[in-house]
C-alpha cells in the first residue's frame, strides 16, 4: 500500500486525494512529536508536545477502501473534524 504524504502549505485544511463516503472515522494511538524546526527552537512550544492524528477509512469507487491519515502540520497540537 502506498503511503503519499499531502504537504499543504500554511493553510489550514485537508485536501484529500479521492472522492467517496467516510465509512469510519476515528483517533489514531501513540505518540506523534513535531520536527518542525520552527517549533522545536520556539521557546514558546514544547517538542515534545503530542500532536493528534485521525483515520478515515474512506470507500471510493475507482480505488476501493483508502486509508486517509491527518496529521496536524507545526504548532498545531490538535484537529477537529465535524
Known amino acids: 500500500t502506498p503511503l503519499v504524504p ?3 502549505g500554511p493553510d489550514h485544511g485537508f485536501h484529500v486525494p479521492v472522492s467517496g463516503v467516510i465509512e ?3 483517533d489514531v494511538s501513540g505518540s506523534l512529536y513535531t520536527v518542525n ?7 514558546y512550544c514544547n517538542e515534545f508536545t503530542e500532536n493528534n492524528r ?13 486509508h486517509f491519515t491527518q496529521n496536524p502540520l507545526s504548532l498545531h497540537a490538535a484537529l477537529e473534524v465535524g
Open 6 to 8: 499531502l504537504i499543504t
Open 24 to 26: 469510519k472515522f476515528g
Open 54 to 66: 485521525t483515520l478515515a477509512i474512506i470507500s471510493t469507487s475507482e480505488f476501493g477502501k483508502v
Open 37 to 43: 524546526p520552527i517549533a522545536i527552537n520556539s521557546k
